[in-house]
């Protein structure tokens, strides 16, 4: 009788999903859309802020998935998801994979001036610190914070969703893609392929750079006279950028204007700012919790639930990522 070396283990993979107290809503859409329960989770804050975190179920060889939107107040909710995958670590989970729909600190990815922090790498840093593997977020505010963490990073797009939905509600040979900045060029032409070619306008700005949120000079260039145009952003903060790029596009003869964007922050005077613009419309997915006091007539909120599902889903079967995207990342 031989002998057999090793001893195989039985079972199969196991996904596990975990949710911090963000954004609840998101993460139970994306269970169900995967067919998965959450996995039953103790958090609650001491009295002088420490968060605590335990989970009620062994975690022991899964496949883990933490979710958690990075909205106000963002820290607090950065520091649970890292305690969670710390924790995950020491429970002897096998992959970890961090879901951060909207990854904080992505505005500040690289150095304006002298003695300014790259507070993006460091986030990075911290998850790869505390346990994970692997990174799924949406719409980073560059593509090179990619190359922050150190493992895979699926980078998912929300510009299907959102085209989809333009593509049904405007006559797209009367409209103009507009980049509200040069940053957004690259997306902006994405965004004209898909929707067959349409034209292209930049709006140039300049910022005051001793003033957080503040531009002071707004130029477009390109065509937008009789046009309407679709400003594209990755996020909308307080909203002010947003609303002059939109009185520039009206100054130079446009006929309408609408806005996409794919995390609403929505800080500070940003309803009122878009509530009362000449902008028809704001396409917004939910990325970040907007609660029913941020919710005005012109919004518009699509779901990124299946986009998430689908990506973890092709993640932990193995799959391809960027075949959802066209090869993109």
Sequence with gaps: MSEVSGIKASGQKKLMLFSG???????????????????????????????????????????????????????????????????????????????????????????????????????????????????????????????????????????????????????????????PDAGRVRVTERWSDRLGGVPMAIIHKKRDPDVANEVKVFDVVGEVRGRTCVIVDDMIDTGGTIVKAADALFDQGATKVVVAATHGVLSGPAVDRLKNSRISEVVLTDTLPIPEEKRFDKLTVLPIAPLVAQAIHEVFSDGSVTSLFGGHS
């Design 21 to 179: 107290r963000a954004h609840p809503d998101l993460a139970k859409e994306v269970a169900d859309n995967l067919n998965v329960e959450l996995t039953p989770t103790s958090a609650y804050d001491f009295a002088n802020g420490e968060t605590f975190v335990r989970f009620l179920e062994s975690v022991r060889g899964s496949d883990a998935f933490v979710i958690q939107s990075h909205t106000a107040p963002i820290n607090q909710w950065i520091m649970e998801q890292l305690i969670m995958v710390d924790a995950l670590k020491r429970a002897s989970a096998k992959r970890i994979t961090v879901v951060a729909p909207f990854f904080g600190y992505a505005r500040q990815d690289k150095k304006h001036r002298g003695r300014e922090p790259i507070s993006a790498r460091l986030m990075a840093d911290l998850f790869k610190t505390a346990g994970a593997d692997r990174l799924i977020t949406v719409d980073l505010h560059t593509a090179q914070i990619q190359g922050f963490f150190d493992g895979p990073v699926d980078h998912l797009f929300a510009l299907n969703i959102l085209a989809d939905h333009f593509e049904q509600r405007l006559d797209l040979t009367q409209v103009t893609m507009v980049a």
